[in-house]
């Protein structure tokens, strides 16, 4: 077999694997699922149903926040689909394959070994993420990620000398289409991480050769003309948080100051052990609850010496990527604490819901070690970055093995509400606000009025 030929056959690798976990979460999806509009959904519908082609519900004054993107796909789901609960579900799963496609392509080119591409991508496809994956609401952010990694992609192989035509022309696009279409919320870690990304390389370029390159301050002016649009249009945006704190933070922070510091610890932990699987973990006996500390601890732990061996061993003179992911790992930690710490429980930063955006981290930490690992000097640190791994992937198979068991469990439970929507009628507030997972049953029954109606998602005929 001739050289190129064993080339073209690894390459075929790192696309098959993505193709695989995408075929895994879409069965998953498929397994955990009943196409039934509720919780999220309720404040869809009423919102933007059945007149989903109003430009008055289009443009209005917060119309970053609620993510164009979402408007035209959303009005194909309603006017062609009759507003299929399943086709958002199997978008969101697609994305999550697209944004694996993309590294898996940044994996080739940069020949990570097999090993380790096999352990980054049983990390990508962890059912760590169950939360996001069975609301259909959410999946825009799939798609988002997929297009973060592709513009940290275009930067790194344009920074390492291998870009492409059009390359510097698609950092100035990017940041417009993905800010302003695609990112929401997820803009602001996305806009910081790049600047500073922009400063690093700016700064060592003049380091090199004496003179600042203007390309990235225009690349820079790009970021942030969208990040302010962004934050215009928020401004007009009410958000609406049931249950959580209404106070100040400093208060609180005198009062229960290890409150923030057990909260962003756990928050770490969670990408060990999914929240729940840990709990049941800790009641069955298996370890004590305070061993989530330890997990978290551990988790810092390696982004530090990944942080570490990057700059020990110049990897981001070759690449960048590994360093960014790592960066933005630890900006949504900071992120989510500062924007979570709300509802005053320590352990909402291990919910299931925030995986997608703390997983970056771990990617950029797998790549670092991957992409090093023969030019690590020392037993001793590949020894211990070995132990962590398996602990990485013990806690997330376990979640995962978890999540595929009790999926039938989560169909049924969608069932169950497709059921009680056929006679909402003959249920009282308490019921509906259970089994529908929304704060209000006045509500509930206008949403599932207007689906009625309209003979949309459950009533279709």
Same mark, same amino acid.
């Given at each position: 077999? #001739?050289?190129?030929?064993?080339? $073209? ?6 696309? @098959? ?18 196409? &039934?509009?509720?919780? *999220? ?48 579900? &199997? ?15 940044? @994996? ?5 070994? #097999? ?15 169950? +939360?996001?994956? #069975? ?20 930067? *790194?192989?344009?920074?390492?000398? +291998? ?33 500073? =990304?922009?400063?690093? =390389? ?37 958000? +609406? ?16 100051? &290890? ?9 770490? =932990? ?6 729940? @699987?840990? +709990? ?24 530090? @010496? ?19 992911? $790592? ?18 429980? *320590? ?12 997983? /970056?981290?771990?990617?950029?930490? /797998? ?53 009680? =929507? ?7 507030? *308490? ?31």
């Amino acid at each position: 077999m #001739t050289e190129t030929r064993k080339q $073209i056959e690894k390459q075929w690798f790192y696309y @098959a694997v993505p193709l695989l976990g995408t075929l895994f979460v879409l069965w998953y999806i498929k397994s955990a699922s009943w196409d &039934m509009a509720y919780s *999220d959904y309720m404040r869809q519908i009423l919102s933007y149903l059945p007149d989903v082609w109003n430009p008055e519900k289009f443009f209005v004054a917060d119309i970053l926040t609620r993510i164009p993107i979402n408007f035209p796909v959303r009005a194909f789901n309603v006017s062609v689909l009759g507003f299929s609960v399943t086709f958002d579900l &199997m978008l969101g799963g697609l994305g999550l394959g697209l944004a694996a496609l993309v590294m898996g392509i940044y @994996a080739g080119k940069r020949k990570l070994g #097999t090993v380790w591409f096999f352990i980054f991508m049983l990390l990508f496809f962890s059912l760590n993420k169950w +939360e996001m994956l #069975t609301n259909g609401t959410g999946w825009v952010h799939f798609f988002a990620f997929a297009c973060f990694y592709y513009h940290y992609m275009v930067f *790194d192989r344009t920074e390492s000398g +291998e870009g492409k035509k059009g390359d510097e022309i698609r950092l100035l696009i990017l940041p417009f289409l993905i800010t302003l279409c695609v990112a929401g919320p997820y803009c602001a870690v996305y806009t910081g991480v790049m600047l500073l =990304a922009y400063g690093f =390389a700016a700064g060592r370029k003049k380091a090199a050769e004496g003179r600042w390159d203007k390309k990235y301050l225009r690349w820079s002016v790009c970021l942030i003309i969208p990040l302010f649009l962004y934050m215009w249009s928020n401004s007009y945006a009410v958000s +609406e948080h049931a249950g959580a704190y209404e106070g100040p933070m400093l208060p609180v922070l005198m009062e229960q100051p &290890m409150l923030f510091v057990k909260f962003f610890i756990k928050s770490f =932990a969670g990408m060990v052990f999914g929240q729940e @699987a840990f +709990e049941e973990l800790v009641n069955k006996g298996v370890f004590p609850y305070a061993f989530v500390y330890i997990l978290g601890l551990a988790v810092i732990g390696a982004y530090l @010496a990944a942080l570490y061996l990057n700059f020990r061993y110049r990897l981001y003179e070759k690449t960048m990527l590994p360093l960014i992911l $790592i960066i933005s790992g630890g900006m949504n930690h900071v992120l989510i604490l500062l924007s979570r710490w709300i509802f005053l429980r *320590d352990s909402y930063g291990m919910s299931s819901r925030y995986a997608l955006q703390f997983q /970056v981290g771990i990617l950029g930490i /797998v790549l670092t070690a991957g992409l090093l690992w023969n030019s690590i000097k020392g037993k001793a640190v590949k020894i211990l970055a070995v132990l962590w791994c398996v602990l990485l992937l013990a806690g997330n198979a376990y979640t995962t093995y978890r999540e595929i068991k009790i999926a039938p469990n989560r169909k049924e439970w969608g069932q169950t509400v497709a059921e009680m =929507a056929l006679h909402y009628e003959d249920f009282d507030d *308490d019921e509906l606000k259970t089994k529908f997972q929304y704060k209000s049953a006045e509500k509930i029954r206008q949403a599932l009025s207007i689906l009625k109606e309209n003979h949309l998602n459950i009533y279709r005929e």
